[in-house]
Protein backbone atom coordinates (compact mmCIF):
# COMPACT_ATOMS: atom_id res chain seq x y z
CA UNK A 1 0.00 0.00 0.00
CA UNK A 2 1.22 3.50 -1.10
CA UNK A 3 1.62 6.61 1.83
CA UNK A 4 -1.65 7.96 -0.13
CA UNK A 5 -3.66 4.89 -0.11
CA UNK A 6 -6.17 4.12 2.90
CA UNK A 7 -7.18 0.45 4.30
CA UNK A 8 -10.58 0.22 3.39
CA UNK A 9 -11.06 -2.11 6.45
CA UNK A 10 -10.55 0.86 8.56
CA UNK A 11 -12.40 3.66 6.56
CA UNK A 12 -15.88 2.98 8.21
CA UNK A 13 -14.21 3.64 11.67
CA UNK A 14 -12.18 6.62 10.34
CA UNK A 15 -15.30 8.09 8.98
CA UNK A 16 -17.59 7.89 12.63
CA UNK A 17 -14.09 9.53 14.15
CA UNK A 18 -14.15 12.38 11.62
CA UNK A 19 -18.21 12.82 11.78
CA UNK A 20 -17.11 13.21 15.74
CA UNK A 21 -14.52 15.32 15.54
CA UNK A 22 -16.37 17.69 13.56
CA UNK A 23 -19.48 17.75 15.81
CA UNK A 24 -16.63 18.97 18.56
CA UNK A 25 -15.27 21.52 15.92
CA UNK A 26 -17.36 24.55 17.01
CA UNK A 27 -18.17 24.14 20.80
CA UNK A 28 -18.27 21.20 23.26
CA UNK A 29 -21.16 19.02 23.25
CA UNK A 30 -22.54 16.09 25.25
CA UNK A 31 -22.44 12.69 23.43
CA UNK A 32 -26.27 12.71 22.58
CA UNK A 33 -25.67 16.71 21.17
CA UNK A 34 -22.80 14.82 18.62
CA UNK A 35 -25.15 12.20 17.56
CA UNK A 36 -27.90 14.65 16.52
CA UNK A 37 -25.80 17.54 15.31
CA UNK A 38 -23.98 15.09 13.11
CA UNK A 39 -27.57 13.44 11.87
CA UNK A 40 -28.77 17.09 11.49
CA UNK A 41 -25.54 18.32 9.69
CA UNK A 42 -26.06 15.20 7.22
CA UNK A 43 -29.26 15.86 6.56
CA UNK A 44 -29.70 12.04 8.27
CA UNK A 45 -27.12 10.62 5.95
CA UNK A 46 -25.17 9.76 8.85
CA UNK A 47 -26.26 8.63 12.34
CA UNK A 48 -24.21 7.63 15.61
CA UNK A 49 -26.15 4.95 18.18
CA UNK A 50 -25.35 4.80 21.19
CA UNK A 51 -23.15 0.99 21.34
CA UNK A 52 -20.98 3.13 18.82
CA UNK A 53 -20.75 6.56 19.71
CA UNK A 54 -19.54 6.10 23.00
CA UNK A 55 -17.00 4.00 22.01
CA UNK A 56 -15.46 6.00 19.90
CA UNK A 57 -15.62 9.62 22.10
CA UNK A 58 -13.73 7.43 24.81
CA UNK A 59 -11.33 5.87 22.13
CA UNK A 60 -10.48 9.76 20.63
CA UNK A 61 -10.39 11.19 24.69
CA UNK A 62 -8.00 8.12 25.23
CA UNK A 63 -5.95 9.75 22.11
CA UNK A 64 -5.76 13.14 23.16
CA UNK A 65 -8.15 14.59 20.52
CA UNK A 66 -11.09 15.45 22.76
CA UNK A 67 -11.61 16.39 26.48
CA UNK A 68 -14.44 15.35 27.97
CA UNK A 69 -15.55 16.75 32.01
CA UNK A 70 -18.44 16.12 34.06
CA UNK A 71 -20.99 19.05 33.89
CA UNK A 72 -24.21 18.92 35.96
CA UNK A 73 -25.20 22.27 34.59
CA UNK A 74 -29.13 20.86 33.78
CA UNK A 75 -29.64 19.25 37.09
CA UNK A 76 -28.43 15.37 35.54
CA UNK A 77 -24.53 14.89 35.47
CA UNK A 78 -23.32 14.28 32.15
CA UNK A 79 -19.88 14.59 30.11
CA UNK A 80 -19.43 17.11 28.23
CA UNK A 81 -16.51 16.75 25.21
CA UNK A 82 -14.54 19.39 23.70
CA UNK A 83 -11.81 19.14 20.21
CA UNK A 84 -8.46 19.60 21.75
CA UNK A 85 -5.41 21.49 19.77
CA UNK A 86 -4.05 17.65 18.70
CA UNK A 87 -7.48 16.80 17.80
CA UNK A 88 -8.22 19.75 15.06
CA UNK A 89 -4.42 19.22 13.87
CA UNK A 90 -5.46 15.40 13.53
CA UNK A 91 -9.32 16.52 11.75
CA UNK A 92 -7.61 19.12 9.43
CA UNK A 93 -5.20 15.80 8.79
CA UNK A 94 -7.78 13.50 7.99
CA UNK A 95 -10.07 15.75 6.05
CA UNK A 96 -7.43 16.52 3.94
CA UNK A 97 -6.66 12.82 2.96
CA UNK A 98 -10.05 11.47 2.98
CA UNK A 99 -10.46 14.55 0.12
CA UNK A 100 -7.73 12.68 -1.98
CA UNK A 101 -9.31 9.21 -1.51
CA UNK A 102 -12.96 10.44 -2.55
CA UNK A 103 -11.02 11.68 -5.29
CA UNK A 104 -9.70 8.29 -6.18
CA UNK A 105 -12.17 6.40 -5.65
CA UNK A 106 -14.66 8.69 -8.21
CA UNK A 107 -11.61 8.72 -10.71
CA UNK A 108 -11.95 4.45 -10.68
CA UNK A 109 -15.68 4.38 -10.60
CA UNK A 110 -16.05 6.83 -13.29
CA UNK A 111 -13.60 5.37 -15.60
CA UNK A 112 -11.09 7.55 -15.22
CA UNK A 113 -7.47 8.22 -13.92
CA UNK A 114 -4.41 6.03 -14.75
CA UNK A 115 -5.28 2.61 -16.72
CA UNK A 116 -2.10 -0.08 -16.08
CA UNK A 117 -0.37 -1.09 -19.42
Not at 6 to 14: E, I, K, N, P, Y
Not at 78 to 82: A, F, G, H, L
Given at each position: MSDGS?????????IHEMLVLGALRSEEKHGYQVALDVADRSAGMF???HGTLYPILHRLEDRGWIKGRWDSGEGRR?????LTADGRRHLTGEIDRFEAVARGLLE???GRGHAAP
Open positions: MDLQALSRQELQKKVYRVVR
